[in-house]
């Protein structure tokens, strides 16, 4: 952890006020096929938590984190982000409210035909025109993330894992206060999964909320963070240092 890290991205001392961050109240989800992705989910996430997101594919992990971050809505219920009800938010608020947010899919949606430092900027530039440092802030996560060294090259020159970090990089030049990451690991080897989990522990460290959708059942029963487990749009588990399996569970 650099100190330009910790200094720029520190957030101030974290006590657990009585206001979570994120909470989601009787929270259910039918899309138009009638699907019922979600059913009354009921979760308070603090500032300053680390949560995994478990559950069989299908469960409905990726509908909660999109109900979160309001790219989708909910049939019913209501959800607060810092206080605000995203749910009943005003579309020209929800640029505003993604800043909020980084946000990492398992795809890393990268542009091809530019270099790492200019998707970087780019995002940037397109969410807060004139801006000023680009360069510089640029420079500062690409470091962040461990990859000072490859500025200038495309996407295509990169490994997987070397990709995705850009990809986070891309979602902290925000300064997010809350994390998202939706199999962030979906499609990188072990030891490359495992350096993208502690990269997103040091983000939690400095005082960033994470949330991480994920099936790598390893890296949750190694990390011991609190784990939220999903079964068919209900939220059947939710410890502080749990496991991605219940004890005597046989698969998910
Ligand atoms: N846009 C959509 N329209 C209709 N049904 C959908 C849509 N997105 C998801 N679903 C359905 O909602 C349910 C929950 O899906 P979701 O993508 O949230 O699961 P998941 O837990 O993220 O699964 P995975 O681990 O495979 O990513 C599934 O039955 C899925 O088919
Ligand atoms: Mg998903």
């Known amino acids: 952890m650099s100190v330009a890290f910790a200094e720029r991205f520190a957030m101030p001392a974290v006590v657990h006020g009585p206001r979570p961050v994120i909470s989601f109240h009787g929270v259910s989800k039918v899309y138009g096929n009638h699907v019922v992705a979600l059913r009354e989910v009921d979760l308070a996430i603090h500032q300053g938590d680390f949560c995994f997101l478990v559950g069989a594919s299908g469960a409905g992990k990726s509908t909660l984190v999109r109900l979160l971050i309001r790219e989708e809505t909910p049939s019913t219920g209501r959800i607060f982000v ?14 505003k409210l993604r ?13 091809a035909n530019r270099t ?24 500062e996560v690409l470091w962040i993330v461990g990859l000072e060294d490859k500025l200038d090259k495309f996407p295509d020159e990169l490994s997987g894992g070397e990709q995705q970090r850009v990809a986070i990089a891309r979602a902290l030049v925000h300064r997010p206060h809350i994390f998202v990451a939706d199999e962030p690991t979906g499609n990188l080897d072990p030891d490359t999964s495992w350096g993208i989990v502690q990269l997103l522990l040091q983000i939690n460290h400095r005082g960033t909320t994470v949330l991480m ?8 029963d190694l990390v011991r963070r609190r784990v939220i487990a999903v079964e068919q749009g209900r939220v059947v588990r939710d410890e502080a240092q749990g496991s991605y399996l219940r004890p005597g569970d046989a698969t998910l």
Do not use: C, S, W
């Open 82 to 95: 810092e206080g605000d009800e995203i749910t009943r938010m005003a579309r020209r608020k929800l640029p």
């Open 99 to 111: 800043r909020r947010f980084g946000i990492v899919f398992q795809d890393y949606k990268l542009l």
């Open 213 to 220: 959708a994920t099936h790598n059942r390893e890296i949750v």
């Open 116 to 139: 790492v430092a200019q998707n970087v900027a780019f995002a940037l530039q397109v969410t807060r025109p004139g801006q000023r440092h680009l360069r510089e802030k640029v420079e």
